[in-house]
């Protein structure tokens, strides 16, 4: 049963255009998402996050959208760099249980980013 | 400052070998998390540790795998009796508050 899904394997884009990937959860229990990155040999690097209580989030070029009702969430990345290019994971948690930051991530989505 | 640190960062084992993989967390990190990554998805938890205290590991697979952290720093995930569908990425955390969980580069554990 995955509970967090990334429906998109991967996603190219050209350098300057906006990048937008997308996630989906089923768990209405989750009401905490972040956005981890992902270079080739490395762990994944905290990116970007968003608690339930809101619905945009912006942290310099990199922007997260919660759509609640549809149980949705995306990452737009404007403008998109060469360096971006890595794997990208959605992630969500049930702040109010106890699991401790227990998190439920996506399958990944692998954005190309072209010069 | 350093980062999360994981050794070794490959092992191939043959099955049934038990193997350990160490973490070293970022320094006074009290909450630890255990990762397993098998290959095309995302991280799976596995289980917590706040300082010294597994408080949840209810992401183990089997009685086959524990996990450690004697003093609230360091840890250890050991797995028995290896089995090739143990084949992953193994991924420790750590952070300081819930959600914002600091990895380290992983052990890819390969069971022939």
């Known amino acids: 049963d995955q509970q967090v899904k990334q429906n998109s394997p991967s996603l190219s884009v050209q350098e300057g255009r906006i990048s937008i990937l997308n996630c989906d959860y089923t768990?209405?229990?989750?009401?905490?998402f972040l956005w981890y990155k992902k270079y080739p040999a490395e762990g994944p690097t905290f990116l970007i996050s968003?608690?339930?209580?809101?619905d945009k989030n912006e942290d310099g070029r990199f922007t997260v959208f919660l759509n609640k009702s549809a149980k949705h969430l995306s990452l737009h990345i404007v403008p998109s760099q060469p360096g971006d290019s890595a794997v990208y994971f959605c992630?969500?948690?049930?702040?109010?249980?106890?699991?401790?930051?227990?998190?439920?991530f996506g399958q990944g989505t692998i954005l190309t980013v072209h010069p | 400052g350093a980062g999360v640190s994981q050794s070794p960062r490959y092992k191939v084992a043959k099955r049934g070998q038990d193997v350990a993989l160490r973490c070293d967390p970022i320094?006074?990190?009290?909450?630890l998390f255990w990762y397993q990554q098998a290959l095309g998805q995302g991280p799976e938890f596995l289980t917590y540790?706040?300082?010294?205290?597994?408080?949840?590991k209810s992401g183990l697979p089997s009685d086959r795998f524990f996990a450690e952290r004697p003093e609230g720093s360091v840890s250890t995930l050991k797995i028995q009796r290896t089995q090739q569908e143990d084949s992953a990425v193994y991924l420790c955390?750590?952070?300081?508050?819930?959600?914002?969980?600091?990895f380290g580069p992983g052990t890819r554990l390969t069971v022939t």
């Open positions: 955390a750590s952070s300081r508050d819930r959600y914002e969980q600091y």
């Open positions: 768990n209405s229990m989750f009401d905490y």
């Open positions: 968003i608690s339930s209580i809101k």
């Open positions: 992630a969500a948690a049930n702040a109010g249980g106890t699991s401790y930051g227990k998190l439920t």
């Open positions: 320094s006074g990190h009290v909450s």
């Open positions: 540790f706040q300082n010294e205290a597994q408080l949840d």
